[in-house]
């Protein structure tokens, strides 16, 4: 599975954005998937994921009410709808595709769950 993701850019705190995902191959719908998130100077984090079928969400605190996670497997893609947004929602964002048979659903933000990883898009707050 390859992932590219885009929709970054500058935005103003309180502004919204939406970060798409466009994974490669035929089996997109099979993958659950993921969002983290790397501030400058910061470890990655988890940020929002969604199970396969798009029945099973799951988010940080730091994002909850605020950040929406979906996707269209007909299209390929996950979604990320960030609204209200912080100074400190400010980093790069990475998409990620689980490794299958890895017990996603145990823990679906730990890092070590997902096999693939997009190229990661810039999202800027400016306060």
């Known amino acids: 599975v390859q992932l590219q993701a885009f929709g970054g850019g500058l935005v103003q705190a309180g502004g919204s954005l939406r970060l798409s995902c466009l994974a490669s191959g035929r089996t997109f719908s099979s993958y659950a998937m993921g969002w983290f998130r790397q501030a400058p100077g910061k470890e990655r984090e988890f940020v929002a994921a969604?199970?396969?079928?798009?029945?099973?969400?799951y988010y940080d605190d730091s994002v909850k009410g605020r950040f929406t996670i979906s996707r269209d497997n007909a299209k390929n893609t996950v979604y990320l709808q960030m609204n209200n947004l912080k100074p400190e929602d400010t980093a790069v964002y990475y998409c990620a595709a689980n490794q299958l048979g890895s017990r996603w659903h145990d823990a679906p933000g730990t890092q070590s769950k997902y096999a693939y990883w997009g190229q990661g898009t810039l999202v800027t707050v400016s306060s």
């Open positions: 969604i199970s396969w079928s798009g029945v099973s969400t």
